[in-house]
């Protein structure tokens, strides 16, 4: 199993380097604005080597039988719709209605060769769901493309939040005997490990919405595979993507009741925040990669472990989650109005 890493890997770094010299020569460059986190041009798409690894991994453990064929056509199916989109999102914005609506079918279709999501394990209770659970899979499978895109602002952190979030949920389905899905994930980590090399603060490339895009949708998938196959219940990813998830929901709830268009462009995310209080993204990177293997790959072996106490621990992580969006902002705003 190392060696998928490791070859994934060195063709991640190799791929990178010739789309970074396709981005320069097609002009896909990012230009330093008033909401942007960097002050010099990058190219983007760099993320395009994750997906491509990734999905040849997919198209591999197929045709090995390693997954069932639905999850094949799923996994397939609505990774290459994501990554379209956002490549040529790369190249020219695409308008947001189009872009909902091919992250809508890609969502639909996904959920539909699993099977739907019957039912959600809370630790201590299981709650049934029928054909809503098949609606709201759809949904938080659309905000988990959108929310990882969202929070690709900085460099290195999509990838360093992939690589923690990735290789715990690649150690549990191998270990549960998951060769598919775990090979899968380790061609992402690999590729996520390669394009990490171009991609570290100062990145000389960035992830693009080809990138970002697409490992929100495969870790919203692979969290709907978890739960439904019994290897890892949904919530745990709740704890694994936590810092993503609370800050992209609670910046999307504060601009709402705050009247701002809230589907705009923008910087003021806790993370961007951060950044704009003068700490660098280095600093940012080590932060997220720090609290992710000390604080919640623990957490989330804790709940493999003590299934009664999913549910807390999920919520306890929020609170802890949400109390550190609030004290940034607030430093944020008392930085500012001194």
């Known amino acids: ?109 996904t959920v539909f060769w699993l099977g739907g999501l019957s039912s959600l394990d809370l630790g201590l209770m299981t709650v049934h769901l029928g054909f809503f659970g098949s609606l709201l899979a759809v949904i938080a ?83 709907m595979l978890g739960e439904q196959s019994g290897v890892m219940p949904l919530l745990v990813w709740f704890i694994l993507l936590a810092l993503f998830f609370w800050d992209t929901t609670l910046t999307l709830i504060y601009r709402f009741r705050k009247g701002e268009k809230w589907y705009a462009a923008h910087c003021s995310h806790a993370y961007q925040r951060f950044v704009q209080l003068g700490n660098s993204h280095k600093k940012l990177a080590l932060i997220f990669l720090v609290i992710n293997i000390t604080i919640f790959w623990p957490l989330a072996w804790f709940t493999m472990r003590y299934n009664s106490l999913l549910l807390p621990i999920v919520i306890a992580v929020g609170i802890l989650s949400a109390g550190l969006w609030l004290a940034i902002r607030r430093k944020y705003n008392k930085y500012h109005s001194s």
């Open 1 to 109: 199993m190392i060696l998928i890493v490791i070859i994934s890997l060195i063709s991640s770094v190799l791929l990178t380097g010739l789309i970074r010299r396709y981005a320069i020569k097609k002009s896909l460059i990012d230009i330093p604005n008033e909401r942007s986190s960097h002050s010099i041009p990058v190219p983007r798409g760099g993320g395009l080597s994750i997906v491509l690894i990734s999905l040849l991994a997919i198209i591999v453990t197929g045709s090995l039988d390693w997954l069932e064929y639905e999850q094949y056509i799923a996994l397939l199916g609505g990774g290459c719709l994501v990554a379209l989109i956002g490549w040529l999102d790369d190249h020219k914005d695409i308008s947001a209605l189009i872009r909902a609506m091919v992250h809508l079918a890609a969502a639909s279709w």
């Open 141 to 223: 499978i659309v905000w988990m493309i959108n929310l990882y895109n969202f929070m690709d602002g900085t460099d290195g952190l999509a990838t360093v939040q992939a690589l923690t979030a990735g290789s715990f949920a690649a150690f549990i389905f191998l270990s549960a005997g998951a060769t598919g899905i775990g090979s899968i994930l380790l061609a992402m980590l690999g590729a996520a490990a390669g394009f990490l090399v171009w991609n570290w603060p100062p990145a000389k490339i960035f992830m693009g919405d080809v990138g970002s895009s697409y490992l929100g949708y495969l870790f919203a998938a692979l969290a």
